[in-house]
């Protein structure tokens, strides 16, 4: 996998000339460049990215180039790819599990910024790290609302635990703070109103004045065309509330969107195997590829359909079954997807908003998996 060297002017003409065999990313630049910019001129504090949810090299590249000068990384691999990339960016080590050689590498590497949710792991920071200059930012948990999974499930400390780790991180000598994350793929805004008085709760009852205040992830990127994502509605609330709930003692903003700066930034096609006896739809990706993520989250709606000729279909939707291309029967979309009635084999099914966690997600499964990159100017087709 790797982006070609010519750059074409939208997924329409690359399908039409090259007539790939093998699932393709669309990468634009341009779209990646833009929904950076939004979250930099419109987030009221410090944007960084979750380099999990795609950490190709021309991700970072770009989002360094539009300014993005902070990246949330989750292992030593992240932690060397941005020093060797954007060698001058904060990096916020915010995966709250770290075995001791991954906190003695980080600390190698000048991590100043972590998360923790545990007594123990909280341990084994004040053991290894040193203070000066640290920041440790205490993560906790609520009950998941208006999100497509509950990240809660593996991460975070109950507000109670919070104000016990939060009192231990000011004692310690390290800068206090506080994070959370409201689930991925959050589509209403008002799921960040809870979490953030809470966090002010947490901080009065620690007797603790926080640095800063890290408001997750979880910024969703655009997937059904019947939810558009609200993203300034979300600033504004997030902005409002923190002053709401801290008044004077309000602390420095940062949020660490993944799929929300990546996810709109490339489209997905993958090519019909075969319309089985015109009910099931196989496609030459699948659960196992780069479509990974559709059976944690659900589908996503924005699909259009190619002839081989690159005519859109445009026959009347139906609800289709669509498997991927192994011989495991759980390679399959959830659902039915409503794709046009004169669908055929050789067409391409064009799935727009595939930037995240695709390319990281991918197997070699049953010997698929190839995937193809080509970088275009648009990603209308």
């Known amino acids: 996998?790797?982006?070609?060297?010519?750059?074409?002017?939208?997924?329409?003409?690359?399908?039409?000339?090259?007539?790939?065999?093998?699932?393709?990313?669309?990468?634009?630049?341009?779209?990646?460049?833009?929904?950076?910019?939004?979250?930099?001129?419109?987030?009221?504090?410090?944007?960084?990215?979750?380099?999990?949810?795609?950490?190709?090299?021309?991700?970072?590249?770009?989002?360094?180039?539009?300014?993005?000068?902070?990246?949330?990384?989750?292992?030593?691999?992240?932690?060397?790819?941005?020093?060797?990339?954007?060698?001058?960016?904060?990096?916020?080590?915010?995966?709250?599990?770290?075995?001791?050689?991954?906190?003695?590498?980080?600390?190698?590497?000048?991590?100043?910024?972590?998360?923790?949710?545990?007594?123990?792991?909280?341990?084994?920071?004040?053991?290894?790290?040193?203070?000066?200059?640290?920041?440790?930012?205490?993560?906790?948990?609520?009950?998941?609302?208006?999100?497509?999974?509950?990240?809660?499930?593996?991460?975070?400390?109950?507000?109670?635990?919070?104000?016990?780790?939060?009192?231990?991180?000011?004692?310690?000598?390290?800068?206090?703070?506080?994070?959370?994350?409201?689930?991925?793929?959050?589509?209403?805004?008002a799921a960040w109103e809870t979490y953030i008085l809470t966090a002010a709760d947490i901080a009065r009852d620690a007797g603790v004045t926080i640095a800063r205040l890290n408001v997750g992830g979880g910024f969703p990127n655009h997937r059904l065309h019947g939810v558009v994502p609200q993203i300034e509605e979300t600033f504004a609330l997030i902005d409002r509330v923190a002053t709401q709930a801290f008044g004077a003692d309000r602390p420095l903003l940062v949020c660490e969107p993944g799929r929300a700066l990546c996810g709109d930034g490339f489209t997905l096609a993958a090519r019909v195997k075969a319309v089985r006896d015109d009910m099931h739809v196989f496609l030459n990706d699948g659960v196992y590829g780069a479509l990974t993520e559709l059976p944690l989250i659900g589908v996503i709606d924005r699909i259009e359909v190619l002839s081989p000729e690159g005519h859109k279909r445009t026959g009347d939707v139906l609800p289709r079954i669509v498997f991927g291309p192994t011989c495991d029967s759980v390679d399959r979309l959830p659902g039915e997807i409503p794709l046009p009635d004169d669908i055929a084999e050789g067409d391409f099914v064009v799935v727009h908003g595939m930037g995240a966690y695709s390319t990281v997600t991918n197997t070699r499964f049953n010997g698929f998996g190839e995937l193809g990159m080509a970088t275009v100017l648009s990603l209308k087709i």
């Open 1 to 189: 996998m790797g982006l070609s060297k010519t750059i074409w002017t939208n997924p329409t003409e690359f399908l039409r000339v090259q007539q790939p065999e093998t699932p393709v990313l669309f990468f634009a630049p341009t779209v990646l460049q833009a929904a950076a910019r939004r979250f930099i001129d419109s987030f009221p504090g410090m944007v960084t990215y979750a380099v999990k949810s795609n950490p190709l090299e021309e991700v970072v590249d770009n989002l360094s180039a539009a300014g993005v000068r902070g990246y949330d990384c989750a292992s030593p691999f992240e932690i060397d790819l941005i020093r060797r990339l954007a060698p001058d960016a904060a990096i916020h080590y915010n995966n709250p599990v770290r075995a001791r050689h991954e906190i003695a590498y980080a600390v190698e590497r000048g991590v100043k910024s972590y998360s923790v949710d545990s007594k123990s792991e909280l341990a084994k920071l004040v053991e290894m790290v040193p203070a000066e200059g640290v920041e440790i930012s205490v993560r906790f948990k609520l009950p998941v609302a208006g999100a497509a999974y509950n990240f809660g499930a593996k991460f975070g400390a109950t507000a109670e635990l919070a104000v016990e780790l939060l009192k231990t991180v000011a004692e310690a000598g390290f800068i206090p703070s506080i994070t959370f994350h409201p689930g991925t793929q959050c589509t209403d805004p």
